[in-house]
T-cell receptor
């Protein structure tokens, strides 16, 4: 079983839709959970991070972590065409600065 | 807003040649990283660098790779004898190491093509 699993998509939604992106993981030592956005031929850009279980909201973005299920989610409300990108989940163990990335989900928001 | 910069944006080299990829991290950051992303695959950690020495490295970071901080601003990745399978995007990242969530700021990447 891979440490971090993420459906590569693509996920295509109309503008204004609520988007749900998800990752599962197998290593219970992960404590920091991150979501990065990556535009084509650019470096990943950190969107959200959470520590342990719970929710975190930042504008149109909400990150959720369920450690008991080893499942994390990123919700995007009122999606815009500019949200079209690849979304990478990443996670790291406590005391480590090294994230393990998922493969990324390609999101397409069409007008 | 400060950002990580990388040069060159694209490097083409012949198999067996040495390449040096350059990065200028954000100026007050203390932790530096190299990652690679083979086309269509996930981002993979190569090495982290703190206090002028390697702090962690992955299995990918074998003897053909080395890193250096030759002065107060640059951070370089050297690949001694490139192989076809080294073709990938190489990302440099930097962080303070003090913010929760291990926040790292990534550069735009160098696309390495080995022929």
């Amino acid at each position: 079983q891979k440490e971090v699993e993420q459906d590569p998509g693509p996920l295509s939604v109309p503008e204004g839709a609520i988007v749900s992106l998800n990752c599962t993981y197998s290593n219970s030592a992960f404590q920091y959970f991150m979501w990065y956005r990556q535009y084509s031929r650019k470096g990943p850009e950190l969107l959200m991070y959470t520590y342990s279980s719970g929710n975190k909201e930042d504008g149109r973005f909400t990150a959720q972590v369920d450690k008991s299920s080893k499942y994390i989610s990123l919700f995007i409300r009122d999606s815009q065409p500019s949200d079209s990108a690849t979304y990478l989940c990443a996670m790291s163990k406590g005391g480590s600065y090294i994230p393990t990335f998922g493969r990324g989900t390609s999101l397409i928001v069409h007008p | 807003e400060p950002e990580v910069t990388q040069t060159p944006s694209h490097q083409v080299t012949q198999m067996g040649q040495e390449v040096i990829l350059r990065c200028v991290p954000i100026s007050n950051h203390l932790y530096f990283y190299w990652y690679r992303q083979i086309l269509g695959q996930k981002v993979e950690f190569l090495v982290s660098f703190y206090n002028n020495e390697i702090s962690e490295k992955s299995e990918i970071f074998d003897d053909q790779f080395s890193v250096e901080r030759p002065d107060g601003s640059n951070f370089t990745l050297k690949i001694r004898s490139t192989k076809l399978e080294d073709s990938a995007m190489y990302f440099c990242a930097s962080g303070t190491g003090f913010t929760s969530g291990n926040e790292q700021f990534f550069g735009p990447g160098t696309r390495l093509t080995v022929l």
